[in-house]
Structure formats: structure tokens, C-alpha cells
């Protein structure tokens, strides 16, 4: 079992940057692929960034690759997400989320989840 809870979001101008970050509780983490996802109001939640557990590999969405970077320290149970040149329609609330049971994209085959965390970016 693995609980996550996210934090770092808030309000930002077009053009700034926010850290999100994702504390994990449970023995496990280490062991787990982990993910980013978001959702917009209305909208179903999407895929942002994944990244492995045992290799520095990495995965973006094409609408967030080169502005934002995924990261894990195994050491200290955390995840962490990178937004820079954020934009109006990076607005959603983001979520945390470990141990994949098939594709790294798909919301429907991550097992455990944070709360999540409101990034609103101003025009």
C-alpha cells in the first residue's frame, strides 16, 4: 500500500514556473513506476509525465514536453514535477500517481493516487 500527497501548486502569471511535489508513505515507492496526471473542470484526466523505477527513463505529453521535468528520489520517498513556461491551458488540478498495472498514459491502469494539487496559470 502506498498513500501520496501532493503539494506546490497555486496561482501563477503565463510564463512562470511551480514545483510540484509528491510525498510517498509505504515501502514499496521505490519499487513503482510513478506518474503525473491532470484534469481540467469538465475535462477527463490526462497524462503529463511518467518516469521509471529502476532507470532514469522518462515520458511526456507532447503539450508539456520541454517545459516541464518529472523527477524521484527513491532515498526520500518523493516525486516531483517542474513546470516552467506555464500556460493558461496548463490550468487543471495535478495528480500523483504510483505502480502502473499496463500503459504508463492511461489513468484507468494506475493503482494508487494523491488528492491532487489546483495549478491555475493566469493570462
Known amino acids: 500500500q502506498v498513500q501520496l500527497v501532493e503539494s506546490g501548486g497555486g496561482l501563477v502569471h503565463a510564463g512562470g514556473s511551480l514545483r510540484l511535489s509528491c510525498a510517498a508513505s509505504g515501502r514499496s515507492f521505490s519499487s513503482y513506476s510513478v506518474a503525473w496526471f491532470r484534469q481540467a473542470p469538465g475535462m477527463e484526466r490526462e497524462f503529463v509525465a511518467w518516469m521509471a523505477w529502476n532507470s532514469p527513463a522518462t515520458m511526456y505529453a507532447e503539450s508539456v514536453k520541454g517545459r516541464f521535468s518529472i523527477a524521484r528520489n527513491n532515498a526520500e520517498n518523493t516525486a516531483s514535477l517542474q513546470m516552467s513556461s506555464l500556460k493558461p491551458e496548463d490550468t487543471a488540478v495535478y495528480y500523483c500517481?504510483?505502480?502502473?498495472?499496463?500503459?504508463?498514459?492511461?489513468?484507468?491502469?494506475?493503482?494508487?493516487w494523491g488528492q491532487g494539487t489546483q495549478v491555475t496559470v493566469s493570462s
Open positions: 500517481a504510483a505502480y502502473s498495472t499496463g500503459r504508463y498514459d492511461s489513468s484507468k491502469d494506475w493503482m494508487y
